[in-house]
């Protein structure tokens, strides 16, 4: 059995591949055990000296578990009791909390799966976290971050997937108040392309400074592999240490996208800002108002493949105060324009954390 670990700008995987030869005494024969590969997670989350750890998930336990309930509430059906159908965003799925739809994998990361029913009906599932209070401290800086393996499917088997993590603000738990309650999209993906969507919505809707529904966006690349093959990290930072404010993205460390307290109005900044906290979500959605832009055509299509999971390794979410380093907002390089054909996702979590 081989087991190698290797490294680089994609992060950290392992393959885990055991080839065997029986050669039989009596008689000329050869016996070949296929490679099997096997996404590896890591052993431990990341080590940040001077950060605070205030939330984590690194999934951990047997196949077949659904995650910790008491970290995450699972979103169900087609719509939240007040909300509108498809979620607003004209998605196909039906949310489950049916473990081959969401559950862990026995290899240290959670896996959320789009399944067809022989009607050609989809299921797959969405989690967002229990705590809503994720922010900065004062004169602080929040990180939130996740390591992930997007759904490995490319070309027209992935047309309609959209896999997410991104981020709600709290108010929307209370008065449903999209897009005033603020979205930070740390990680979108659509029809299996080679890109990550990056966005910021906020204000009011159509309009406002923030142009929805279609937020104040980038689209990244994938540094050093492919968004697909291999797990990435997708960090989101809120800086207060610096003035004027800063919200900033990440791929894999490299900065892609940034959008400073000078861009907003000081009443729409302050609204972003003083939710009383942010929760997160993950999940993969099929079909809506975003992979149809793209393709200019129904998703998902007779030619898509159910199956291909979106890989989790960890979720984690850190403060430090303004006496550490802030950062270097000038790392890297980023051009901020707005997400063109970027629908409104009016997909926020209604329930109480």
């Known amino acids: 059995m081989l087991n190698t670990v290797y490294r680089g700008t994609a992060g950290a995987f392992g393959c885990g591949a055991v080839m065997a030869w029986l050669r039989c005494t009596c008689s000329l024969c050869l016996v070949v055990l296929a490679v099997v590969s096997v996404p590896r997670a890591r052993a431990r989350l990341p080590d940040r000296g001077g950060w605070v750890l205030r939330f984590a998930d690194d999934f951990k336990g047997p196949a077949g578990q659904l995650p910790s309930p008491g970290r995450w509430v699972f979103d169900t059906g087609q719509q939240y009791p007040f909300g509108p159908k498809n979620w607003g965003t004209q998605e196909v799925e039906r949310y489950t909390r049916d473990p081959d739809n969401v559950s862990l994998d026995g290899h240290g990361n959670l896996r959320i799966t789009p399944l067809r029913d022989a009607s050609g009906h989809w ?14 401290p004062p004169g602080g800086i929040l990180r939130i971050e996740a390591r992930i393996r997007m759904p490995d499917v490319t070309g027209p ?42 966005t910021l919505h906020c204000g009011v809707k159509p309009g406002g400074p923030c142009d929805e529904p279609h937020g104040i966006g980038h689209v990244a690349n994938c540094p050093g592999s492919p968004c697909q093959m291999h797990f990435h990290v997708y960090t989101f930072e809120w800086d207060r240490t610096i003035s004027p404010r800063q919200l900033r993205w990440y791929v894999d460390g490299h900065l892609t996208h940034q959008v400073s307290q000078a861009q907003l109005p000081t009443t ?24 149809r832009a793209l393709s200019h055509a129904p998703t998902p299509g007779k030619t898509t493949e159910p199956r291909h999971p979106m890989l989790v390794d960890y979720v984690a979410v850190w403060t430090r105060d303004g006496l550490g ?17 970027y629908p409104a996702p009016v997909n926020a979590a209604p329930r109480q954390p």
């Open 123 to 136: 299921t797959s599932a969405r989690i967002e976290s229990r705590k809503a209070d994720f922010e900065p």
């Open 157 to 198: 088997a992935a047309l309609g997937y959209w896999p997410a993590f991104w981020a709600m603000g709290r108010s929307y738990r209370k008065r449903h108040d999209w897009p005033a309650s603020g979205e930070f999209d740390i990680m979108e993906n659509v029809n299996g392309l080679q890109n990550v969507w990056q």
């Open 268 to 291: 729409t900044w302050r609204q972003l800002t003083h939710q009383g906290g942010y929760f997160i979500l993950l999940n993969v959605a099929m079909g809506g108002n975003f992979p």
């Open 325 to 341: 380093n802030g950062g270097d907002p000038q790392a890297g390089a980023s051009t901020t324009r707005r997400s063109p054909s």
